[in-house]
């Protein structure tokens, strides 16, 4: 050790990753290759975007390359870049401490469980640590593009606790990584087993990655004919006697020698690019482990000039409703690589979909504040929007429904964002819907708009619709019991999105949402002649015992009147709106501080029910009373699912059961 070098810790998260890692978490060992070929290449994409506004970055090395190199004495594996390299600063940030937002968070979501622990590793990704799957020893020696030779650093770590940093010469420009590999990964100092997984991992990266390789130089012509000609047999002899001379002609060396393909691959052609590569390509840019679900393509031309390759992953990041979570696109000028996550190229409720953008017309020298408000973004957003939108809708259309099922499920709730988000999609974006449906028997989300439309009676003119907390409650909601005698399909909607979304949009394809807890329920034609005249009977009928009944509840209602919607139940309740809100709407806006005023019912009572034929026929005032609170209460209870005094409606429940 030497006067500068200074030993570290490393972040918590990092030993608890790189412990995670020693535990050899990955079946798929090879992968270390892969992100660390990905790093050098990174690192050279940022030099090259240096070097557009100074050339002289490059100094006396333009020439950009990747270098792999194997010791088999030393027993270490060497990956080179002279890319942009590594300041002291740097190198202790990035290779001792893990910054992606909500890092401390992730972990304390790892159960111990490795199997489901090293899922969840593999959609955080763990790029340069993953070195240590098969190193005891990882040394990096970086310098700077901006730093002087003697300005070089040297990280060095075991992969347990700690590394150590020194301030140490180096004559090029970029970073070393050299491995000191365990004893049981020694495989990967062999030639073929490195070119494999170069090809494998990296054909589609633009940098070409190097290695040594032996070259036996070309016989002279006057040497071939001089074989020809000694095709007899003195040709030993006559061999022997120019050995020397020949030795010395045909001597071996070695070359670094190109093995990757070192194309873009968004900028090849989409009929030659296989699937492989475009998965390989996808682990590349997004440092997921899995295949990615799905993938477009698409070289568009005209006005603008662009490429765009985007990909859905197989699951949704673990921060997809973080609010700090980075996402967007990798976006490239004119090939330049320029930054990663762009997020102005997607819409919100398409955070999730990874790729990258290529375009020929921003400038150069664009950055985050340039992006921000200019109009050629505005329109690639647009044009990558619909292109997202195009392969969710094709893969939503493919007779195998698997994918689209994962997609649903991962991330059906970020999509329902867009028919608030997006009102120039919204109809594509319903297309993409799928709903929980009283025609399923299951809580499966599965059915479409046009589903449910292609399954409408002549006679229904609405979509019907019921938000409830949970799928459980929504399915044997009073509220239904009206549609299911008269075979009328109800979406059930239960997540937590869905009481906003629904309360914004108001119509697909001229059919309206109607809620089927709406305060003005029309049932329209559906409603045959004879039960809306019973209805109209029954009221008149009943008036008085209304208004009795209204007057036992007093602050509590703003109205009782005969329902047409229930069947099994003697009573529900309506709200003011189109809608109520549910229990869990309003602890929500109550947590987030918001005052709500009390919400004040319009209670729905059945005539033919025995329970409310025994109120009608009640004499005593109190007993009365008692009834209709009870009727009101229940009806609360079902709708909400909690009732703010529930010790007093145990109370009177108790007081009911024991009169007898
Ligand atoms: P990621 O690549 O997702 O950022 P990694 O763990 O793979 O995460 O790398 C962490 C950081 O270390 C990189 O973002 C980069 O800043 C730095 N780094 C790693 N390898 C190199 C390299 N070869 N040259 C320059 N910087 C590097
Ligand atoms: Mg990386």
């Known amino acids: ?80 870049d002279n890319g942009i ?50 190193a005891d020893k990882v040394t990096v020696i970086s310098r700077s593009a901006e730093a002087a030779p003697d300005q070089a650093v040297c990280w060095e770590s075991d992969g347990t606790g700690e590394y150590t940093v020194s301030t140490v010469t180096k004559a090029d420009r970029g970073t070393d990584v050299i491995l000191s590999l365990k ?14 997984a170069v090809t494998k991992y990296s054909d589609h990266i633009s940098v070409p990655v190097e290695m040594l390789e032996t070259v036996k130089p070309e016989k002279k012509d006057d040497d071939k004919k001089d074989d020809a000609e000694n095709k007899d047999e003195n040709k030993d002899e006559n061999k022997d006697e120019n050995k020397d001379e020949k030795e010395a002609e045909t001597a071996e060396y070695t070359e670094w020698k190109q093995i990757n393909e070192a194309k873009a691959l968004w900028t090849r052609s989409a009929k030659d690019i296989t699937d492989d590569e475009y998965k390989e390509f996808y682990k590349h840019i997004s440092h997921d482990y899995d295949d ?14 662009y490429t765009s390759l985007l990909y859905v992953p197989k699951h949704a ?69 619909k292109k997202a939108l195009q392969m969710l809708s094709k893969m939503a259309k493919d007779e195998n ?69 949970t799928y459980a409650a929504a399915a044997s909601s009073p509220y239904l019991e009206t549609f299911k005698k008269k075979g009328i399909e109800v979406l059930l909607l239960t997540e937590r999105v869905d009481e906003w979304v629904m309360n914004q949009v108001t119509e697909y394809k001229e059919k309206k949402f109607i809620s089927v807890t709406a305060s003005d329920l029309d049932l329209g034609e559906l409603e045959d002649k004879e039960e809306k005249e019973k209805q109209e009977n029954q009221a008149k009928e009943n008036e008085d015992f209304l208004k009795k009944v209204k007057e036992a509840l007093g602050e509590q209602v703003t109205d009782v009147k005969v329902t047409n919607r229930l069947t099994d139940t003697p009573s529900c309740v309506i709200g003011q709106g189109n809608q109520m809100m549910t229990a869990q709407m309003r602890r929500l806006l109550e947590a987030s501080g918001q005052k709500l005023p009390d919400e ?55 007081s009911l059961l024991l009169h007898k």
């Open 183 to 196: 004893e049981e990964d020694t495989e990967y100092l062999e030639d073929w087993t490195l070119r494999s």
């Open 85 to 134: 390299g590594m300041t002291r600063d740097q190198i202790c940030e990035h290779l001792g401490t893990i910054a992606k937002s909500g890092t401390a968070e992730f972990f304390k979501n790892l159960s111990g469980d490795q199997a489901r622990d090293s899922q969840l590793i593999g959609q955080f990704g763990v790029g340069f640590y993953s070195a240590f799957i098969v």
């Open 292 to 305: 990615p679900l799905v993938w477009a393509h698409n070289h568009v031309e005209g006005a603008q000039e």
């Open 401 to 469: 429904q698997d994918n689209y099922k994962t997609f649903w499920k991962e991330y059906g709730s970020v999509i329902k964002e867009g028919l608030v988000e997006d009102y120039e999609n919204r109809e594509e974006i319903f297309d993409l819907i799928r709903f929980a449906s009283t025609h399923n028997d299951s809580s499966e989300q599965n059915v479409s708009l046009q589903d449910y439309i292609s399954r409408m009676p002549e006679k229904q003119k609405n979509i019907y619709f019921l938000t409830a907390a």
């Open 317 to 385: 990041p673990w921060d997809l409703f973080n609010r700090e979570q980075k996402h967007g696109l990798k976006l490239y000028v004119q090939r330049v690589f320029i930054m990663d996550d762009a997020e102005q190229f997607m819409p919100g409720y398409l955070r999730f979909i990874k790729g990258v953008l290529d375009s020929n017309d921003l400038p150069l020298n664009v950055s985050r504040e340039i992006l921000q408000d200019s109009k050629l973004t505005s329109k690639l957003k647009s044009g990558c929007t």
């Open 1 to 80: 050790m030497t006067e500068n070098t200074e030993k570290r810790g490393f972040q918590t998260e990092v030993k608890q990753l790189l412990s995670l890692l020693a535990n050899s978490l990955y079946s798929n060992k090879e992968v270390f290759l892969r992100e660390l070929i990905s790093n050098a290449s990174d690192a050279i994409d940022k030099l090259r975007f240096k070097a557009v506004q100074d050339q002289s970055v490059y100094g006396n090395d333009s020439n950009l390359h990747i270098r792999l190199s194997a010791d088999k004495d030393k027993k270490t594996l060497t990956i080179s």
């Open 600 to 654: 004040k019912y319009t209670l729905e009572i059945n005539m033919d029910h025995d329970l409310v034929k025994q109120l009608a026929a009640e004499t005593d005032e109190n007993r009365f009373k008692d009834w209709a609170q009870l009727i009101l209460d229940e009806a609360i209870l079902a709708d909400q699912g909690a009732l703010k005094e529930p010790a007093r409606y145990v109370k009177l429940v108790n």
